[in-house]
Protein backbone atom coordinates (compact mmCIF):
# COMPACT_ATOMS: atom_id res chain seq x y z
CA UNK A 1 0.00 0.00 0.00
CA UNK A 2 1.82 3.45 -1.19
CA UNK A 3 1.54 5.90 1.53
CA UNK A 4 3.66 8.38 -0.51
CA UNK A 5 0.98 10.71 0.06
CA UNK A 6 1.03 11.52 3.38
CA UNK A 7 4.15 13.62 3.73
CA UNK A 8 3.74 15.85 0.26
CA UNK A 9 3.51 19.25 0.72
CA UNK A 10 -0.26 19.22 0.13
CA UNK A 11 -0.94 16.63 2.94
CA UNK A 12 0.85 18.45 5.28
CA UNK A 13 -0.63 22.03 5.05
CA UNK A 14 -4.05 20.42 5.06
CA UNK A 15 -3.04 18.59 7.88
CA UNK A 16 -1.59 21.90 10.47
CA UNK A 17 -4.94 23.75 8.87
CA UNK A 18 -6.99 21.18 10.19
CA UNK A 19 -5.35 21.03 13.42
CA UNK A 20 -5.95 24.65 13.98
CA UNK A 21 -9.83 24.67 12.64
CA UNK A 22 -10.34 21.91 15.15
CA UNK A 23 -8.66 24.10 18.34
CA UNK A 24 -10.64 27.21 17.11
CA UNK A 25 -14.11 25.00 16.85
CA UNK A 26 -13.26 23.46 19.79
CA UNK A 27 -12.82 26.32 22.04
CA UNK A 28 -16.78 27.12 22.69
CA UNK A 29 -16.79 23.31 23.67
CA UNK A 30 -13.48 23.74 26.20
CA UNK A 31 -15.45 26.63 28.07
CA UNK A 32 -18.87 25.07 27.81
CA UNK A 33 -16.97 22.01 29.38
CA UNK A 34 -15.04 23.52 32.09
CA UNK A 35 -18.22 25.72 33.21
CA UNK A 36 -19.97 22.40 33.56
CA UNK A 37 -17.04 20.90 35.89
CA UNK A 38 -16.50 24.11 37.72
CA UNK A 39 -20.35 23.14 39.64
CA UNK A 40 -18.28 19.83 41.03
CA UNK A 41 -15.89 19.53 43.54
CA UNK A 42 -12.26 20.63 42.83
CA UNK A 43 -11.15 17.48 43.13
CA UNK A 44 -13.41 15.88 40.20
CA UNK A 45 -12.66 18.87 38.19
CA UNK A 46 -9.99 18.02 35.83
CA UNK A 47 -11.14 14.32 35.66
CA UNK A 48 -14.53 16.03 34.99
CA UNK A 49 -13.00 18.05 31.98
CA UNK A 50 -10.37 14.82 30.80
CA UNK A 51 -13.77 12.85 30.43
CA UNK A 52 -15.32 15.44 28.76
CA UNK A 53 -12.84 15.90 26.24
CA UNK A 54 -11.83 12.28 25.25
CA UNK A 55 -15.88 11.48 24.82
CA UNK A 56 -15.62 14.66 22.38
CA UNK A 57 -12.93 12.88 20.49
CA UNK A 58 -14.55 9.54 20.59
CA UNK A 59 -17.65 11.33 19.02
CA UNK A 60 -15.72 13.03 16.51
CA UNK A 61 -13.64 9.84 15.55
CA UNK A 62 -17.21 7.71 15.10
CA UNK A 63 -19.10 10.57 12.68
CA UNK A 64 -15.87 10.53 10.63
CA UNK A 65 -16.09 6.86 10.51
CA UNK A 66 -19.76 7.40 9.74
CA UNK A 67 -19.18 9.31 6.68
CA UNK A 68 -22.02 7.90 4.76
CA UNK A 69 -24.33 8.49 7.77
CA UNK A 70 -23.60 12.21 7.81
CA UNK A 71 -23.99 12.49 4.10
CA UNK A 72 -28.26 10.78 4.82
CA UNK A 73 -28.31 13.56 7.31
CA UNK A 74 -28.37 16.41 4.88
CA UNK A 75 -31.43 14.92 3.12
CA UNK A 76 -34.70 16.62 4.66
CA UNK A 77 -37.44 14.22 6.44
CA UNK A 78 -39.69 17.11 6.31
CA UNK A 79 -40.50 20.70 4.88
CA UNK A 80 -42.03 23.81 6.96
CA UNK A 81 -43.53 25.48 3.78
CA UNK A 82 -44.76 28.93 6.62
CA UNK A 83 -40.41 29.37 7.09
CA UNK A 84 -38.26 31.56 4.37
CA UNK A 85 -41.53 32.06 2.48
CA UNK A 86 -39.96 28.87 0.66
CA UNK A 87 -40.20 25.50 1.70
CA UNK A 88 -37.65 24.66 4.21
CA UNK A 89 -36.15 21.23 4.15
CA UNK A 90 -35.24 19.89 7.11
CA UNK A 91 -32.41 17.16 7.83
CA UNK A 92 -31.37 15.31 10.55
CA UNK A 93 -28.44 17.69 10.49
CA UNK A 94 -30.73 20.50 11.04
CA UNK A 95 -32.79 18.67 13.79
CA UNK A 96 -29.57 18.07 15.50
CA UNK A 97 -28.39 21.76 15.35
CA UNK A 98 -31.76 22.96 16.54
CA UNK A 99 -31.76 21.34 19.47
CA UNK A 100 -28.07 21.50 20.68
CA UNK A 101 -28.89 25.28 20.19
CA UNK A 102 -32.10 25.51 22.04
CA UNK A 103 -30.18 23.61 24.90
CA UNK A 104 -27.51 26.15 24.93
CA UNK A 105 -29.63 29.02 25.16
CA UNK A 106 -31.85 27.72 28.14
CA UNK A 107 -28.65 26.33 29.68
CA UNK A 108 -26.90 29.35 29.34
CA UNK A 109 -29.28 31.73 30.36
CA UNK A 110 -30.31 29.54 33.38
CA UNK A 111 -26.68 29.53 34.22
CA UNK A 112 -26.46 33.16 34.23
CA UNK A 113 -29.63 33.74 36.18
CA UNK A 114 -28.70 31.56 39.06
CA UNK A 115 -24.88 33.20 39.62
CA UNK A 116 -26.64 36.88 39.38
CA UNK A 117 -29.96 36.41 40.73
CA UNK A 118 -30.02 33.11 42.87
CA UNK A 119 -29.55 33.23 46.06
CA UNK A 120 -26.63 30.79 47.79
CA UNK A 121 -27.57 27.97 49.33
CA UNK A 122 -31.43 28.05 48.28
CA UNK A 123 -30.91 24.44 47.09
CA UNK A 124 -29.67 21.41 48.92
CA UNK A 125 -26.87 19.69 48.80
CA UNK A 126 -28.55 16.64 47.63
CA UNK A 127 -29.53 18.39 44.12
CA UNK A 128 -25.75 19.33 43.68
CA UNK A 129 -24.46 18.43 40.41
CA UNK A 130 -23.32 14.74 40.22
CA UNK A 131 -20.16 13.83 38.17
CA UNK A 132 -22.38 11.37 36.31
CA UNK A 133 -24.96 14.31 35.51
CA UNK A 134 -22.06 16.85 34.13
CA UNK A 135 -20.95 14.01 32.14
CA UNK A 136 -24.04 13.58 30.62
CA UNK A 137 -24.37 16.87 29.65
CA UNK A 138 -21.12 17.01 28.24
CA UNK A 139 -22.02 14.27 26.31
CA UNK A 140 -24.96 15.63 24.83
CA UNK A 141 -23.21 19.05 23.60
CA UNK A 142 -20.07 17.17 22.31
CA UNK A 143 -22.63 15.50 19.58
CA UNK A 144 -23.67 19.33 18.83
CA UNK A 145 -20.16 20.51 18.69
CA UNK A 146 -19.05 17.42 17.06
CA UNK A 147 -21.24 17.59 14.04
CA UNK A 148 -20.12 20.61 12.77
CA UNK A 149 -15.94 20.15 13.54
CA UNK A 150 -16.58 16.75 11.23
CA UNK A 151 -18.20 18.67 8.91
CA UNK A 152 -15.78 20.90 8.82
CA UNK A 153 -12.96 18.36 8.19
CA UNK A 154 -14.90 16.42 5.52
CA UNK A 155 -15.19 19.63 3.30
CA UNK A 156 -10.99 19.94 3.77
CA UNK A 157 -9.24 16.82 3.52
CA UNK A 158 -10.17 13.61 1.30
CA UNK A 159 -8.40 11.17 3.35
CA UNK A 160 -10.48 10.28 6.64
CA UNK A 161 -6.96 8.92 8.03
CA UNK A 162 -5.49 12.55 8.16
CA UNK A 163 -8.69 13.78 9.93
CA UNK A 164 -8.73 10.88 12.87
CA UNK A 165 -4.75 11.95 13.28
CA UNK A 166 -5.88 15.88 13.23
CA UNK A 167 -8.82 15.06 15.63
CA UNK A 168 -6.62 13.36 18.06
CA UNK A 169 -3.51 15.72 17.81
CA UNK A 170 -6.13 18.64 18.85
CA UNK A 171 -7.68 16.62 21.44
CA UNK A 172 -4.52 15.98 23.59
CA UNK A 173 -3.58 20.21 23.00
CA UNK A 174 -6.96 20.31 24.45
CA UNK A 175 -6.71 18.89 27.24
CA UNK A 176 -3.54 20.34 28.61
CA UNK A 177 -5.13 23.77 27.99
CA UNK A 178 -8.32 23.09 29.37
CA UNK A 179 -7.05 23.03 33.11
CA UNK A 180 -5.74 26.94 32.96
CA UNK A 181 -8.70 27.87 30.83
CA UNK A 182 -10.95 26.32 33.58
CA UNK A 183 -9.26 27.99 36.42
CA UNK A 184 -8.54 31.18 34.57
CA UNK A 185 -12.80 31.16 34.13
CA UNK A 186 -13.64 29.79 37.62
CA UNK A 187 -11.07 32.49 39.02
CA UNK A 188 -12.67 35.56 37.63
CA UNK A 189 -16.17 35.72 37.61
CA UNK A 190 -16.63 38.27 34.89
CA UNK A 191 -14.92 36.12 32.32
CA UNK A 192 -17.19 33.27 33.32
CA UNK A 193 -20.36 35.63 32.61
CA UNK A 194 -18.52 36.66 29.08
CA UNK A 195 -17.94 32.68 28.64
CA UNK A 196 -22.06 32.00 29.23
CA UNK A 197 -22.58 34.74 27.04
CA UNK A 198 -20.48 33.54 23.92
CA UNK A 199 -22.19 29.87 24.51
CA UNK A 200 -26.03 32.35 24.32
CA UNK A 201 -24.52 33.65 21.16
CA UNK A 202 -23.47 30.17 19.99
CA UNK A 203 -26.69 28.79 20.85
CA UNK A 204 -28.52 31.28 18.72
CA UNK A 205 -25.99 30.68 15.50
CA UNK A 206 -26.65 27.30 15.85
CA UNK A 207 -30.37 27.58 16.06
CA UNK A 208 -29.94 30.08 13.03
CA UNK A 209 -28.08 27.25 10.97
CA UNK A 210 -30.73 24.64 11.50
CA UNK A 211 -32.91 27.14 9.62
CA UNK A 212 -30.32 27.28 6.73
CA UNK A 213 -29.61 30.99 7.64
CA UNK A 214 -25.91 30.70 7.39
CA UNK A 215 -23.40 33.09 9.82
CA UNK A 216 -19.64 33.56 8.68
CA UNK A 217 -17.58 32.18 11.39
CA UNK A 218 -15.36 35.05 11.26
CA UNK A 219 -18.45 37.30 12.03
CA UNK A 220 -18.49 35.27 15.67
CA UNK A 221 -15.36 34.58 16.51
CA UNK A 222 -14.57 38.40 15.40
CA UNK A 223 -17.00 39.33 18.35
CA UNK A 224 -15.95 36.54 21.12
CA UNK A 225 -12.35 38.16 20.63
CA UNK A 226 -12.97 41.34 20.47
CA UNK A 227 -15.32 41.42 23.55
CA UNK A 228 -12.27 38.80 25.05
CA UNK A 229 -9.44 41.84 24.51
CA UNK A 230 -12.19 44.53 26.00
CA UNK A 231 -12.34 41.95 29.25
CA UNK A 232 -8.43 41.63 29.28
CA UNK A 233 -7.75 45.45 29.31
CA UNK A 234 -10.45 45.64 31.87
CA UNK A 235 -9.19 43.18 34.47
CA UNK A 236 -5.40 45.14 33.90
CA UNK A 237 -6.75 48.18 34.66
CA UNK A 238 -8.58 46.95 38.08
CA UNK A 239 -5.77 44.84 38.77
CA UNK A 240 -6.00 43.18 42.33
CA UNK A 241 -9.34 44.81 43.12
CA UNK A 242 -11.71 42.83 45.11
CA UNK A 243 -13.44 40.60 42.26
CA UNK A 244 -17.29 40.00 41.89
CA UNK A 245 -18.95 37.15 43.88
CA UNK A 246 -21.27 34.74 41.71
CA UNK A 247 -24.07 33.31 43.97
CA UNK A 248 -23.71 29.40 44.37
CA UNK A 249 -27.50 28.09 44.25
CA UNK A 250 -26.50 24.79 46.58
CA UNK A 251 -26.12 24.41 50.10
CA UNK A 252 -22.53 22.61 49.91
CA UNK A 253 -20.97 26.01 49.90
CA UNK A 254 -23.21 27.17 53.43
CA UNK A 255 -22.52 23.51 54.82
CA UNK A 256 -18.75 24.09 54.13
CA UNK A 257 -18.30 27.66 55.62
CA UNK A 258 -20.54 26.62 58.58
CA UNK A 259 -18.34 23.48 59.28
CA UNK A 260 -15.25 26.04 59.09
CA UNK A 261 -16.94 28.04 61.57
CA UNK A 262 -17.48 24.89 64.32
CA UNK A 263 -14.36 23.88 64.07
CA UNK A 264 -12.34 27.32 64.58
CA UNK A 265 -11.66 27.37 68.54
CA UNK A 266 -14.06 28.81 70.76
CA UNK A 267 -13.24 32.43 72.31
CA UNK A 268 -11.53 31.57 75.96
CA UNK A 269 -13.19 32.69 78.33
CA UNK A 270 -11.85 36.09 80.51
CA UNK A 271 -11.04 35.22 83.34
CA UNK A 272 -12.55 35.97 86.54
CA UNK A 273 -10.35 38.50 88.89
CA UNK A 274 -10.58 38.66 92.65
CA UNK A 275 -12.44 41.67 94.25
CA UNK A 276 -9.18 43.52 96.39
CA UNK A 277 -10.48 43.54 100.17
CA UNK A 278 -11.03 47.16 100.94
CA UNK A 279 -8.74 48.58 103.67
CA UNK A 280 -10.39 49.06 107.30
CA UNK A 281 -10.50 51.82 109.03
CA UNK A 282 -8.01 52.57 111.86
Given at each position: ?????I???????????????????????????????????????K???????MLA???R?????????????????????????E?????????????????L?G??T???H?K??GH????????A??????????????????????I?????V????????????S???M?F????IGE???N?????I?????????????????L??????????????????????N????G??E??????P?A??????S??A??S????P???????????KK
Open positions: MDFSWFTPETLIAFLTLVVLELVLGVDNVIFISILAGKLPKQDQRARTTGIVITVLLLLSLSWIISLEEPFFYLPWLGGNLGISGRDLILLTGGLFLKSFEIELETGQKSAAMSTFTSVIIQIMLLDIVFSLDSVTAVGMEHIEIMIIAVIVAFIITAGPFVEHPTIKLALSFLLLIGFTLVVEGHQHIPKGYIYFAMGFSVMVEMILRIRKSPVTLHTYQQVVTVAASLPAPKAKKTKPTPKKG
